[in-house]
C-alpha cells in the first residue's frame, strides 16, 4: 500500500520560512514519479504549486511561487520537499504532496499540511 505523509506546515509570520517534507512508503522505487504540490485554500479549488520530475532534471511553478519556493527530492530517501520563502498571508492553505507515474498516470496523494501565515 502506498502512502505519501506530508509533514511540515506550521503557524509563521508573514515573510517567514516552511520547509515541508513527503515521506513515501510503498514503492519500490520512485523512477517514472513525477512530485507535485498543490495547495487549496478554504472555499478554493485546489491549485498547482510546483512540481519536478523523477531524475530531478527540471521543475516547474506556479508563476505565483517562483522565486519564492523551492521543490527538491531524494530519490533514495523517498522523500520531497517544498522549501517555502518569504511567506504571504495569503499562501495560507492545505498543503499536498502527490506522486503521479508518467506511465499509468498512476497518482498518489497526501493527507495535506497546514500552513497558515500570519500577517
Known amino acids: 500500500q502506498v502512502e505519501l505523509a506530508d509533514s511540515g506546515g506550521g503557524l509563521v509570520q508573514a515573510g517567514g520560512s516552511l520547509r515541508l517534507s513527503c515521506a513515501v512508503s510503498?514503492?519500490?522505487?520512485?523512477?517514472?514519479?513525477?512530485t507535485d504540490w498543490f495547495r487549496q485554500a478554504p472555499e478554493v479549488e485546489r491549485e498547482f504549486v510546483a512540481k519536478?520530475?523523477?531524475?530531478?532534471?527540471?521543475?516547474v511553478y506556479a508563476d505565483s511561487v517562483k522565486g519564492r519556493f523551492t521543490i527538491s527530492r531524494d530519490n533514495a530517501d523517498h522523500t520531497a520537499y517544498l522549501e517555502m520563502s518569504n511567506l504571504k498571508p495569503k499562501y495560507t492553505a492545505m498543503y499536498y504532496c502527490?506522486?503521479?507515474?508518467?506511465?499509468?498516470?498512476?497518482?498518489?496523494w497526501g493527507k495535506g499540511t497546514l500552513v497558515t501565515v500570519s500577517s
Open positions: 502527490s506522486f503521479i507515474h508518467t506511465g499509468c498516470a498512476a497518482r498518489y
Open positions: 510503498g514503492l519500490a522505487t520512485l523512477r517514472s514519479y513525477i
Open positions: 519536478i520530475y523523477w531524475n530531478n532534471a527540471s521543475s
